[in-house]
């Protein structure tokens, strides 16, 4: 696949992975929409073919089919004739204002009620990665954190470090269910990247979690991860006030 995703790739596997709900073409264009909405599948980005995306999803070619044709009237993604040619995605101009947006239309209770649940999730996932890790996974999680990413790539960081670590954890339950979230909660993350926060320190915070899972210290990866989305939710509800506060100002 063309522009840096490919079949190994985390985001790649968990964007498109065996939708649990019937093999409807609603289903499988909103996934899609998800993804590109959140700046996973970025502006120009080959889809898999017809065919290929009927397999990834498990439904059938026309199904497929109909989503993009779906994904195509609603501009977000377009079809290129001749060689070279397929379905391209058409990406937002700028997540983090999409982030913005939606941070500000929820409520605070909804905002902590989404971040208990992706702390749970996300902890209870590091905890039994740290018990079930593989050597390989364990060089893949430090290669992820190794580097400070642009405040873009970051978002994909903490997408790639949560996909990462509950496949490791051995549960498809904990995978399912940290993809799902993630989904949900991305919009959140680009507003907090979007908003000039220190990617380095997240990062620490990542580091952090990384090396007591890679040691299979189960209790310390639990803690690093309930810590790091309290210090998160901290910030983003900090960034709702400010820009709620703002709004109020402008108006």
Do not use: C
């Not at 399912?176 to 991305?186: G, I, K, N, S």
Request: aromatic share 6%.
């Amino acid at each position: 696949m063309p522009t840096g995703l490919q079949g190994e790739d985390p985001v790649w596997t968990a964007v498109f992975a065996p939708l649990d709900a019937l093999g409807r073409a609603d289903a499988v264009a909103q996934r899609l929409a998800d993804a590109i909405g959140s700046g996973l599948l970025w502006e120009g980005v080959k889809l898999p073919s017809e065919a290929e995306l009927g397999k990834l999803f498990g439904v059938a070619t026309v199904t497929a089919r109909e989503a993009l044709e779906t994904l195509r009237q609603a501009g977000v993604v377009e079809t290129r004739r001749g060689r070279g040619g397929g379905s391209f995605v058409i990406a937002p101009e700028d997540p983090a204002r999409g982030g913005f947006e939606r941070l500000t239309a929820m409520s605070v209770v909804d905002i902590r009620d989404l971040a208990l649940h992706y702390r749970v999730i996300s902890a209870a996932a590091a905890e039994r990665a740290a018990s079930f890790i593989s050597e390989d996974e364990s060089v893949e999680l430090t290669r992820l954190v190794a580097e400070i990413p642009s405040d873009a790539h970051g978002v994909r960081v903490e997408y790639s470090l949560r996909i990462d670590i509950a496949a490791a954890s051995r549960s498809p339950r904990l995978a399912r269910e940290q993809t799902q979230l993630l989904t949900e909660f991305l919009p959140l993350l680009w507003a907090y990247y979007g908003d000039a926060t220190s990617v380095q320190q997240v990062m620490e915070r990542h580091r952090r979690a990384v090396a007591a899972i890679t040691t299979h210290d189960a209790d310390r990866a639990r803690d690093e991860v309930n810590e790091y989305v309290a210090d998160l939710v901290h910030g983003i509800l900090a960034l709702r006030a400010k820009l709620r506060r703002r709004e109020a100002h402008d108006d």
